[in-house]
């Protein structure tokens, strides 16, 4: 297994930016595909980035050209760079293996408010 730890969430006013990190207990977390999930309240968690093994990404429609995955695996961690956050981005935030997740973490809280 492996432990994932996000942090960076907080309060930021609409059109600010985060910058969310993923830690791993462990290398093998190299070896996969990571994503950056959501869940608002009363809703399914979503995915909303992949980042490969290699760096290439993926984004969901709700924030393409504004979030920006990335990782470095010498240090067993992924990041989301969140910019113009907007109302609808509030939610806990996750990052786990894509399809077969290992045990989530904590998550991390994101509020967009004015």
């Known amino acids: 297994q492996v432990q994932l730890v996000e942090s960076g969430g907080g309060l930021v006013q609409p059109g600010g930016s985060l910058r969310l990190s993923c830690a791993a207990s462990?290398?093998?977390?190299?070896?996969?595909?990571m994503g950056w999930y959501r869940q608002a309240p009363g809703k399914e968690r979503e995915l909303v980035a992949s980042?490969?093994?290699?760096?290439?990404?993926n984004y969901a429609d709700a924030v393409k050209g504004r979030f920006t995955g990335s990782r470095d695996n010498a240090k067993n961690t992924a990041y989301l760079q969140m910019n113009d956050l907007k109302a609808d981005d509030t939610a806990v935030y996750y990052c786990?293996?894509?399809?077969?997740?290992?045990?989530w973490g904590q998550g991390t809280q994101v509020t967009v408010s004015s």
């Open positions: 786990n293996r894509i399809r077969t997740p290992w045990s």
């Open positions: 462990r290398s093998i977390f190299n070896l996969y595909t």
């Open positions: 980042i490969t093994s290699g760096g290439s990404t």
